[in-house]
């Protein structure tokens, strides 16, 4: 079955504190790879897309990784303002399935 | 107006009401969403449209029913819903169906009673 799985379900950290966010998948046929960031009350904004094994995006305190299992999304230095559920998504197959995972609520304390 | 937009913001509806929920995008896409988003669970994929043409529908109870009357805009009316689909219902659109990112409105909270 296919399947997304995020960890950890919830994370605090120190403002400067930097860390990595996991998304492993079990899926057929990995078409992209997807990280959204969403604020309390709003919808999921868009931050990366990854297409295959090896590939790497980087926005501000903000870089995703992808190997053949797994995602990562990698905080450096992070600040109150990047407090947010971070959700990681895939599409699949020769339908683009897409699944969500459940997300990781990330909080950085100042 | 830009991106993604979604009336009403929020809706309280009895169980016996029908009501429409109402997305629009500026963003010149050619494939749009509907996903409900609870508690606890991931995003569910409700429907997907690709040039007007509904091509996938998740096993959504038929108490449910999308419109897409131009590639602009879309519509999910509600009737006689259950208490358990109350919920965060997020309208999203993207240039292509396949491969490509998404972009979400703000959503509409709905409150079944």
């Known amino acids: 079955e296919d399947q997304v799985t995020q960890s950890p379900e919830a994370l605090r950290l120190q403002e400067g504190e930097s860390s990595s966010l996991n998304c492993s998948y079990t899926?057929?046929?990995?078409?992209?790879l997807f990280w959204y960031r969403q604020d309390p009350g709003k919808g999921p904004e868009f931050l990366f897309t990854?297409?295959?094994a090896g590939e790497e995006k980087e926005k501000e305190r903000l870089k995703a990784t992808l190997t053949k299992k797994e995602s990562f999304l990698h905080i450096t230095a992070p600040k109150p303002e990047d407090s947010a559920t971070y959700l990681c998504?895939?599409?699949?197959?020769?339908?683009?399935?897409?699944?969500f995972g459940k997300g990781t609520r990330l909080h950085i304390l100042p | 107006e830009t991106g993604v937009t979604q009336t009403p913001r929020h809706l309280v509806m009895g169980m016996t009401n029908k009501k429409s929920l109402k997305c629009e995008q500026h963003?010149?896409?050619?494939?749009m969403y509907w996903y409900k988003q609870s508690a606890k669970k991931p995003l569910e994929l409700m429907f997907v449209?690709?040039?007007?043409?509904?091509?996938e529908n998740n096993s959504v109870p038929s108490r449910f029913s999308p419109e897409c009357p131009n590639s602009s805009h879309l519509f999910l009316h509600l009737h006689t819903l259950q208490p358990e689909d109350s919920a965060l219902y997020l309208c999203?659109?993207?240039?292509?169906?396949?491969?490509?990112?998404?972009?979400f409105g703000p959503g509409t909270r709905l409150t079944v009673t």
């Open positions: 963003l010149g896409h050619n494939a």
């Open positions: 999203a659109s993207s240039p292509d169906r396949a491969r490509y990112e998404q972009y």
């Open positions: 449209y690709s040039l007007e043409e509904r091509v």
């Open positions: 899926v057929s046929g990995l078409r992209g």
């Open positions: 998504a895939v599409q699949a197959g020769v339908r683009d399935k897409i699944i």
């Open positions: 990854l297409y295959s």
